[in-house]
Structure formats: structure tokens, C-alpha cells
């Protein structure tokens, strides 16, 4: 696995969790919450932005705090990322990150 195929992995997992969290028949939680606020079509359009924004943002600072950009629990150092073959997969992940979740969304 390269970095951008790990980065990339994580911004298809960011996708399908938003898209389970909006999909009218899914079963999560975070679904049944919003089902109970009885939103107006404007008021999804908002939901959808606040988690789209909000899980960018949760996957954008793991995958930087992974490759010491940023912090994890107030703790900033760079982890040493192997896939399971030995291939590095830190010390990049911050460019892919940034094309992932904030040029291509």
C-alpha cells in the first residue's frame, strides 16, 4: 500500500459513513437522531454540510496527527506507519490528506 492509497482509503471511509449517516434507510444512530429532529429539506441540506464539515475535519487532523503535523490528544509526534509488507506510509500523508478532504469534497 502507498500513502495516497492509505489517505485515499480513509477519505472513501469518510464518504461512506456520511453517506449511512443520510441514507434514509440506514439503521445507525446518528441517523435515527437526525430522523427525530423531523428537518425540513433546507435543514438536511444543513445536517449533511455540519457532518460532511465535521468528519473532513475529524479524518483531515487523525491522518495529520499520524504524520506529526498536528496533535492527538495533545501529544505531537510523527508515528512510524509500516503497511503490513514494510512499506512506509508516513512522513506524506499530510499533501494527500490535504488533496483528499479539502480539493476534492
Known sequence: MTTE???????K???ELLKECLTDNSKTEV???IESLNLTEEQNEIMKKV???SFTDIFY???????GSASIGGIQKMYDLKDKNGNQLSGEIE???YEYFHESD
Open 5 to 11: 492509497e492509505f489517505v485515499k482509503a480513509f477519505h
Open 13 to 15: 471511509e469518510k464518504q
Open 31 to 33: 441517523r435515527t437522531l
Open 51 to 53: 457532518l460532511d464539515s
Open 61 to 67: 487532523t487523525i491522518l495529520l496527527g499520524l504524520d
Open 95 to 97: 499533501g494527500y490528506a
